[in-house]
């Protein structure tokens, strides 16, 4: 037995250092010393061809091999291999021969008969008619005769149309459009007043003149309104004295019936003279100067609505003061001209006041309506009739009846 003896039981002890620790003592000095050789080779040389050039060596999808379906062995079979044609049916093969004449085309077999000289059936059958006629037959004229004019044929039908196509044209187009309002879209210039940057006389006489029509169609609207409210209170007593009367007067009628009621010999009423009284002829007086105030009531309700061309009737009313005019403006009606039943629409005020006015184009605001001034703008020129938008409604109210159904059932 040797003296030296192993201890098996004992294992030998793991390093204390960690990997942090190893990885900080690795010498990593020859990799480094190579990159930067290569750093400077790019400086100096430049990058090596081979790196320009890339090889790709993945297979394409569209080259890959497809696989090839398999035919069934009955087709495969009945497959004509050979290189032989097989046999047409001369049944089958009229298609083929239908444009061919012993197996040469039609056109070929023409074309060698025109320059053999002979002559040969045309494919058209007016050519070949007149081939064998040897004649054209056309409409017999004298070429040296007068020209005849060609009569159109006039048709008695008769339109079931409402109107017919007008032939003439009227008088009125060549004529200018009669112009209803006078305005600054007709007239196309444009007030100095209304500008971004107005000067000072320019705004101020645009003001004033608008200050003016503005207060003009307020004195006449509160005058017409106190007016209006007037003829109403009139009315009102003339209702309270007509009432009044009335009932007056049936207290007299019944008096006398009472009165006369207990002499009556026959049953119809007896014949009297019928005399006016005081009181039947008050009641007509009355009667008719109500319905003069009822008169005065829709002529104010006419003036109303012509309020909107008050510049018009500020005319009339100037013209009336001036009695020195000629025998034309006599015959011109002072009405305001209408192409339809309503009046044209006056076109807005366009002022603004001080503290809205603007010394740069950069807070301008776009104001206006550019559809809505090129319809005033054909309107007020006659070019448009002046239309109101109206409500669908019934022309005539349904006419409700009863049906009997039961007696269907009797």
Do not use: C
């Not at 090596?48 to 890339?54: G, P, Q, Y």
């Not at 060549?174 to 309002?181: L, T, W």
């Not at 019944?254 to 008050?282: A, C």
């Amino acid at each position: 037995m040797s003296g030296t003896v192993k201890n098996s039981g004992a294992k030998p002890k793991p390093s204390r250092k960690g990997k942090k620790a190893w990885r900080k003592n690795i010498d990593i000095q020859d990799v480094e010393t190579a990159l930067e050789e290569n750093r400077e080779n790019e400086i100096h040389v430049g990058k090596k061809n081979e790196d320009d050039f890339v090889i790709d060596s993945t297979p394409s999808v569209s080259l890959q091999s497809r696989k090839v379906e398999k035919k069934l062995k009955t087709h495969e079979i009945l497959t004509n291999k050979s290189k032989v044609e097989a046999l047409s049916h001369p049944k089958g093969s009229k298609a083929e021969t239908k444009n061919t004449i012993q197996g040469v085309k039609r056109t070929e077999v023409l074309r060698l008969m025109k320059l053999a000289g002979g002559k040969y059936k045309d494919e058209s059958k007016i050519k070949n008619r007149i081939d064998k006629d040897g004649l054209i037959h056309v409409q017999n004229k004298d070429l040296w005769g007068t020209e005849e004019i060609e009569e159109t044929p006039v048709s008695n039908f008769s339109s079931t149309t409402e109107f017919t196509q007008a032939s003439v044209v009227p008088k009125t187009l060549k004529s200018a459009p009669i112009r209803v309002i006078e305005n600054d879209l007709n007239k196309k210039v444009i007030d100095a007043g209304k500008s971004y940057n107005p000067s000072l006389e320019s705004w101020k006489q645009l003001i004033n003149k608008e200050y003016g029509l503005e207060h003009k169609r307020e004195l006449t609207r509160q005058q017409m309104a106190e007016h209006r409210e007037k003829i109403k209170e009139l009315m009102n007593t003339l209702d309270v004295n007509e009432s009044d009367s009335e009932d007056s007067e049936n207290e007299q009628e019944e008096q006398q019936d009472e009165e006369d009621g207990d002499y009556q010999l026959s049953i119809n009423k007896p014949t009297q003279v019928k005399i006016k009284t005081k009181t039947k002829r008050n009641r007509e007086e009355k009667h008719k100067k109500r319905e003069g105030l009822q008169q005065e009531l829709k002529e104010l309700k006419k003036q109303l609505r012509d309020l909107t061309n008050l510049d018009e009737l500020l005319q009339k009313e100037d013209n009336s003061t001036n009695k020195k005019t000629s025998k034309k403006d006599k015959n011109v009606s002072n009405k305001p001209k209408k192409l339809f039943k309503y009046d044209a629409v006056q076109a807005p005020l366009e002022v603004k006041l001080s503290n809205e006015l603007t010394n740069n184009l950069k807070n301008l605001k776009p104001e206006g309506n550019l559809f809505y001034d090129q319809m005033l703008n054909l309107q007020s020129t006659g070019k448009i009739e002046t239309r109101i938008p109206v409500a669908k409604r019934r022309k005539y109210t349904p006419k409700i009846t009863e049906k009997w159904t039961y007696k269907d059932f009797k």
